[in-house]
């Protein structure tokens, strides 16, 4: 198919992209790059001389590391050859040959989004960059238009209030990245040695008891890294999110900067007020908290202190060993004291202290708060958590969700870490409309069910690290519990395929990573278990307590530790985190074993 300059038709379409009007139709009336290939050659400029690596900030700590006869790591060195926000003319050319990368190329790729994720599938996945996890319905439109044509026809949510789209062929990488910038989304360095999504309290303003709204927060800091080159191509990987008191938790003590609104009150050493918290080094797949710093900013304190805490880690970082190059290493070798004294050479006003607990405790997390309906501090409006089993939706799910929102709501979309979403701003007398329309759907919003708590990461449907199929497993447990076992409060089960654990294991009520399990002659995907997790003011790793569970033993395993749980239990309200903590291991093992299940029929 030849395709020229666009039709006046064609034009009024594309006018539709920025009013978010008739998105998806306009999306359809636009060449694919395939099909623009078909168009007479125009010539591209390519980069002149020396090929240009890393923004100098990151160049220059290589090269103290190569100075003092160090070698850097596979990545480091490919990062040293090229950056990968200049690689455009080589993701084109991949996409006009139909080939996928090779070798550190596939590293490189990331920095624009894509991720080979070849032999799960082989195929792209693009990772999305959404600040706050907060877009717009013409937005949702137009990545369910994406997913439909150019992947596998659903999206993932993430967790960290995430989407990506799977499945993306070779010829295709240009056609995603075009249509997400077409809707304002812009994944660059969603993948890499980059600071990944910025995540924030998904019902910032709107929520009842927020001591902050934390939207502009996580945007400009989006923007902040979107506009700074030295921003990419870190050692390794940083994770950024802002909470701002409110009934969702935005996870921010798992985060390497996590900064967390506390309310001061009169009579202390810094004027009363509501400040942020700072706290390091958050990485729970290493089971680490993120460490209170006793800093106390303002909010308009909190870019300029990410961006030089992000400066020194660039500085000081590990570049030779990939292990030992998340910050939380750099604090482990230097102590906070060191890293904020160097953080504070960087900015141009003093850093208040104050001791966690000279401030006033945290607004109590509700657990049921990101599923089923919630008034909002507007008066009369409602938001309603939607629950997505595992993170995933269809297009067309997608598509009725933009609806529902446009219809009933504000046209807002709000992803949460616990991959669900919320619709906002629905007056009480939609509710009925709202709920129907779910339904219809195939969707819904109760948050008692197994399946509230489910996290799940991708697992090795679509990731070549991971040693079982962790969504399919865990709609397994949510398909046999939820007939069978009615729960007063939410429990979280985290599925999670490696060491990665992008599913935060060690933070779940009960936790599963995944395991090869040798089972007489074969051997099985699997499982090792481990219970008790918690975060925020109820923070807690999880401990282990399986070793090698196969994966079709879980759903009656599962029963049979929810079971104990609610018989033995001292009150409806203590949890199963509190439950677990009065046990030693055996002790639970006694009670678990000890429960009769009947068989299903
Ligand atoms: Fe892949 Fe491991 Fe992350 Fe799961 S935890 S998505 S298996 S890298």
């Not at 990545?75 to 950056?83: I, T």
């Not at 706290?279 to 993120?290: C, E, M, N, P, V």
């Not at 678990?592 to 029929?601: H, M, R, S, T, Y």
Request: glycine letters at 10%; hydrophobic letters at 40%; a neutral charge.
């Amino acid at each position: 198919m030849t395709t020229q300059a666009f039709t006046e038709e064609q034009k009024n379409y594309l006018d539709g992209f920025t009013m978010g009007a008739g998105l998806s139709e306009a999306m359809q009336m636009l060449p694919t790059f395939a099909q623009a290939l078909n168009l007479p050659e125009t010539p591209r400029p390519r980069d002149a001389g020396e090929p240009q690596g890393l923004a100098d900030a990151n160049r220059l700590a290589q090269d103290r590391f190569l100075a003092a006869g160090k070698k850097l790591s596979l990545e480091e060195q490919a990062k040293r050859k090229a950056n990968g926000l200049d690689i455009w003319d080589q993701v084109m050319d991949h996409a006009r040959d139909g080939r996928f990368p090779k070798g550190t190329d596939i590293f490189m790729f990331k920095f624009q989004g894509m991720f080979y994720v070849a032999p799960a599938q082989d195929s792209f996945m693009c990772r999305l960059r959404i600040p706050g996890g907060i877009m717009s319905s013409s937005q949702l439109r137009g990545v369910a238009q994406l997913a439909e044509d150019f992947g596998g026809g659903y999206t993932d949510v993430t967790t960290r209030a995430n989407l990506q789209i799977r499945q993306i062929g070779a010829r295709h990488t240009v056609d995603v990245l075009m249509g997400l910038n077409d809707v304002g989304i812009i994944p660059r360095g969603s993948g890499a040695d980059n600071i990944r999504n910025v995540t924030a309290s998904p019902t910032a303003g709107i929520d009842l008891r927020e001591l902050i709204d934390t939207r502009p927060l996580a945007r400009q800091m989006h923007h902040y890294i979107l506009h700074h080159r030295e921003m990419y191509g870190l050692p390794r990987k940083f994770n950024i999110a802002f909470d701002g008191g409110g009934a969702i938790s935005a996870l921010e003590d798992t985060n390497d900067i996590g900064f967390a609104a506390v309310l001061v009150d009169e009579g202390k050493s810094v004027e009363a007020g509501v400040y942020f918290r700072v706290q390091l080094g958050g990485i729970t797949g290493h089971k680490d908290f993120a460490r209170d710093t006793g800093l106390l900013l303002k909010a308009e304190q909190c870019i300029p202190f990410a961006a030089a805490a992000v400066k020194v880690f660039i500085e000081h970082g590990d570049r030779t060993d990939r292990r030992k190059a998340r910050l939380k290493y750099l604090l482990d070798k230097w102590g906070l004291d060191k890293f904020v004294q160097e953080v504070e050479k960087g900015l141009p006003f003093k850093l208040a202290r104050l001791p966690l607990s000279a401030c006033e405790p945290r607004p109590i997390i509700n657990r049921m708060a990101h599923l089923g309906f919630h008034a909002q501090k507007q008066p009369n409006l409602y938001y309603v958590g939607v629950v997505l089993p595992v993170g995933r939706m269809r297009s067309a799910q997608m598509r009725g969700l933009a609806d529902i929102a446009d219809r009933y709501g504000s046209g807002t979309i709000r992803l949460t870490v616990w991959q669900n979403l919320l619709i906002s701003d629905i007056p009480p007398e939609k509710v009925g409309a709202v709920k129907l329309e779910l339904r219809q759907l195939g969707l819904h919003w109760a948050a008692t069910s197994v399946r509230a708590g489910l996290v799940a990461c991708t697992g090795n449907a679509g990731c070549k690290y991971a040693a079982a199929n962790t969504k399919a497993h865990a709609t397994e447990i949510a398909d046999y519990l939820d007939s069978r076992i009615k729960l007063d409060q939410p429990i979280n089960i985290h599925l999670t395929g490696c060491h990665n654990s992008c599913a935060q294991h060690y933070i779940g009520d009960i936790g599963l990573i995944g395991a090869k399990v040798n089972y007489g002659d074969e051997v099985f995907e699997g499982y090792h278990m481990f219970v008790g997790g918690g975060y925020g003011p109820h923070q807690d790793i999880a401990r282990e307590m399986y070793r090698d569970v196969r994966a079709i033993d879980l759903p009656e395993l599962v029963e049979r530790m929810l079971r104990a749980f609610l018989e033995n239990r001292l009150a409806a309200e203590e949890t199963f985190r509190e439950f677990i903590k009065r046990y030693t291991t055996d002790e639970l093992k006694d009670l678990f074993d000890k429960q009769e299940i009947a068989v299903a029929a």
